[in-house]
């Protein structure tokens, strides 16, 4: 039997964005060397290059610009893939010291139905995801360590967790309205 038979279709989907971003990157690679080759020069322009090296790097997938999309709507303000961050978090919320990560369950080897290894490759697999695992943990550590809160949005509760972490900013918003507003009253008086 086919071993994709026996994948859900979420799996299905998350095997077929990494295989697009390996054809991607070696597509990268490929051009690259002419480049250096012919003419010395980047062939892409910067918005092209940046548009395939998100493709490389997981970047700007569906999941994530849905979480996106709902702190837009509430007014919250993000910084996107913050290179000077362990880990080069997905969205940073610095006004609250708030890391939201956006975690396809397969991948991040969440413990959940979609989450759940394929039969088949086995070596690969655990190698792939035990490795994602161990650095989601270790970076997580090291924000917290630096002061950020990590805030995990897992595929397979998008819109509950994206709901929650709204919430929770939200509250958060409201305390740091009522202190700045207490503040200023202090300066008047
Ligand atoms: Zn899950």
């Known amino acids: 039997m086919c071993g994709a038979a026996t994948l859900t279709a979420e799996q299905r989907m998350d095997q ?8 991607v990157a070696e597509h990268l690679v490929v051009r690259c060397a002419g480049a250096r080759e012919s003419t010395m020069t980047d062939r892409f322009d910067s918005a092209k290059r940046s548009e395939i090296m998100s493709r490389v790097r997981g970047r700007d997938t569906k999941p994530e610009i849905f979480v996106r999309r709902a702190l837009f709507k509430a007014g919250f303000r993000y910084r996107l893939h913050v290179a000077d961050l362990p880990g080069r978090p997905d969205i940073v919320l610095p006004r ?6 956006v975690n396809g369950c397969l991948w991040h080897g969440h413990s959940c139905r979609r989450g759940r290894r394929p039969a088949t490759n086995e070596e690969f697999w655990q190698a792939k995801i ?6 989601d943990a270790q970076v997580a550590a090291a924000l917290r360590m630096a002061g950020w ?36 009253t202090e300066v008047a008086r």
């Not at 609250?96 to 990560?101: L, Q, T």
């Open 149 to 184: 809160r990590v805030w995990t949005v897992w595929g397979c509760q998008l819109k509950r967790s994206t709901e929650l972490l709204v919430r929770k900013l939200e509250m958060s918003r409201t305390r740091q309205r009522a202190a700045s507003r207490s503040r200023s």
């Open 16 to 23: 077929g964005m990494q295989r697009r971003a390996t054809q």
């Open 96 to 101: 609250y010291r708030i890391i939201v990560r």
């Open 130 to 135: 035990d490795g994602n695992v161990r650095r």
